[in-house]
């Protein structure tokens, strides 16, 4: 499915480097947290991957099989914005909230506390 030496490039996280993050966390049946997963990593994988913008997707699961966390890195808001405004977005998001209740939100990194 997805590029092993993607799936090993870590994650640079800054304040000001990228400008945005959009945070989703969804709330899914635990029955559902691995169909959900696979169809977010699809989504990024055949869609998100190519758009204008785009950074970085990491995506989550919480242990008691309740949550699935996505945390994206853009260029800007209105990277993000156009990519779930696009066609090809629409199939996946439909798929995806139909099965998992996202709460999503776009950030900016203010701080890293690294050990």
């Not at 699961?61 to 994206?72: E, K, Q």
């Amino acid at each position: 499915m997805s590029d092993p030496a993607a799936q090993n490039a870590p994650t640079t996280i800054r304040p000001g480097d990228p400008p945005v993050a959009f945070v989703n966390v969804f709330t899914v049946d635990p029955d559902d947290q691995g169909r959900l997963l696979d169809l977010l990593a699809a989504f990024v994988e055949e869609t998100v991957r190519r758009m204008p913008g785009f950074v970085s997707a990491n995506l989550h699961r919480s242990l008691d099989g309740t949550r699935v966390v996505n945390y994206a890195q853009w260029e800007s808001a209105e990277a993000l914005q156009a990519m779930l405004a696009h066609p090809d977005a629409r199939p996946h998001l439909q798929r995806i909230t139909a099965i998992g209740r996202g709460d999503p939100t776009v950030t900016e990194v203010v701080s890293v506390h690294p050990r």
